[in-house]
């Protein structure tokens, strides 16, 4: 039985590969990990079009809308956003002359240590609040103000999933 000699080139490729998948593993996550952050990322970037759009909305009429639906109607929003997972619409509560709750679901909690997640996946802070959640069902009490520079009465263009 003959055994072929080792190939010291080609080994050590083999090896630095290996350490190159499992290193771009670790630092990225699984490929189910990275869809479930994108997904959780749309959670949050629809969310905050929601909120942008209450803001605007109350800016207009001074009251915030009695349906969602209104957001659309009145031109604040092109469609309303849904979970991209479920189809759902996002819970929306009313619970006061100018505060509301938002709610969703997200698969995995927003790590305030994790760099990586403000810098590729949209981060902690869009609009002017704080999205940080938990995995599960994570609601957000905002009260309604003056919108943002740039959401004053444009169309928030809700992305396609």
């Given at each position: 039985?003959?055994?072929?000699?080792?190939?010291?080139?080609?080994s050590a490729a083999i090896l630095?590969?290996?350490?190159?998948v499992i290193a771009g593993l670790i630092m990225l996550g699984t490929p189910t990990r990275a869809r479930q952050r994108r997904l959780?990322?749309?959670?949050?970037q629809d969310l905050s079009s929601i909120s942008a759009a209450l803001d605007s909305y109350w800016a207009k009429h001074n009251v915030l809308p009695d349906t969602v639906d209104s957001l659309v109607s009145t031109h604040l929003l092109d469609r309303?956003?849904?979970?991209?997972?479920?189809?759902?619409?996002?819970?929306?509560?009313l619970t006061?002359?100018?505060?509301?709750?938002?709610?969703?679901?997200?698969?995995?909690?927003?790590?305030?240590?994790?760099?990586?997640?403000?810098?590729?996946?949209g981060g902690?802070?869009?609009?002017?609040?704080?999205?940080?959640h938990d995995a599960g069902e994570s609601c957000f009490d905002l009260t309604a103000d003056k919108p943002q520079p740039?959401?004053?009465?444009?169309?928030i263009n809700v992305p396609s999933q």
């Open positions: 039985m003959a055994y072929s000699k080792l190939n010291l080139p080609a630095a590969a290996t350490f190159a959780d990322d749309v959670r949050v309303i956003p849904t979970d991209p997972v479920s189809g759902l619409r996002y819970p929306i509560h006061g002359a100018r505060s509301y709750r938002l709610c969703a679901t997200f698969t995995q909690p927003l790590d305030t240590t994790d760099e990586t997640q403000y810098n590729y996946y902690l802070y869009r609009g002017r609040h704080s999205w940080q740039g959401f004053g009465g444009d169309v």
